[in-house]
């Protein structure tokens, strides 16, 4: 079956400029993640929905990021006033269900430069 | 909070030998374990995983077993080949908090 994908697979913008980075889980899962890869801090957790709730906000870097679901389905992630230090690849994964067992399937990823 | 160390790369190798990545971890509770690769130029893939202590996982000739006494899930494959050649992440999964936390990564790089 489908895994997950990611939309665009590269973003150039400027700094200060807002961006939108799509991500479209596996058909039926009901989690989903979103991380960050970048040289310097390595993988680093964002933010996990649970259907179209966020309970924990906690890994985003600053309130310049803000992420959404809708329909339990898809979900956007918003960087506004885009900074060179968030430059890396997004990665979105999603899981079946809310559970320590269970696998986090990843998507390709979204590479993002800002220039 | 909770944490992943693994061994630091790139681990250069040649084809057929055999290949140990280190991983330790530092967690409160009982995690589940995992170990991801990513081949060049393409996304994160689970390799293999086990959920509980003294469980082992393995896949594709790799496996790594879950030792809560010395809370390690160190990565081993008898006969490396080039096409083994990537990042592998080690990562642990707490009950009750969603994230993965990952480890550095360690390279990988084997020679014909």
């Known amino acids: 079956g489908a895994g997950v994908s990611q939309s665009p697979s590269n973003k150039v913008t400027e700094k200060g400029k807002d961006v939108e980075l799509r991500c479209d889980p596996i058909s039926g899962h009901t989690a989903l993640y979103w991380y960050r890869q970048s040289l310097g801090q390595g993988l680093e957790f964002l933010i996990y929905f649970q259907g179209n709730s966020a309970p924990d906000k906690s890994g985003l870097p600053s309130d310049r990021f803000s992420a959404e679901r809708t329909g339990g389905s898809v979900s956007t992630l918003t960087i506004q006033r885009t900074q060179q230090e968030d430059s890396a690849v997004y990665l979105c994964?999603?899981?079946?269900?809310?559970?320590?067992?269970?696998?986090?399937?990843f998507g390709p990823g979204t590479r993002l430069l800002v220039l | 909070g909770d944490s992943v160390t693994q061994m630091e790369g790139p681990v250069t190798l040649s084809e057929e030998a055999f290949l140990t990545i280190n991983c330790t971890y530092t967690a409160t509770g009982y995690p589940s374990l995992f170990w991801y690769v990513q081949y060049p130029g393409e996304g994160l893939q689970l390799l293999l995983k086990?959920?509980?202590?003294?469980d082992k996982g393995s896949n594709k000739g790799f496996e790594a077993t879950y030792r809560k006494e010395t809370t390690s899930f160190h990565l081993e494959k008898g006969s490396v080949q080039v096409s083994d050649s990537a990042v592998y992440f080690c990562?642990?999964?707490?009950?009750?908090?969603?994230?993965?936390?990952f480890g550095t990564g360690t390279r990988l790089l084997v020679s014909p």
């Open positions: 994964a999603s899981s079946p269900e809310l559970a320590a067992q269970e696998t986090q399937y």
């Open positions: 086990a959920t509980k202590a003294d």
């Open positions: 990562a642990l999964l707490n009950t009750g908090f969603q994230k993965l936390v």
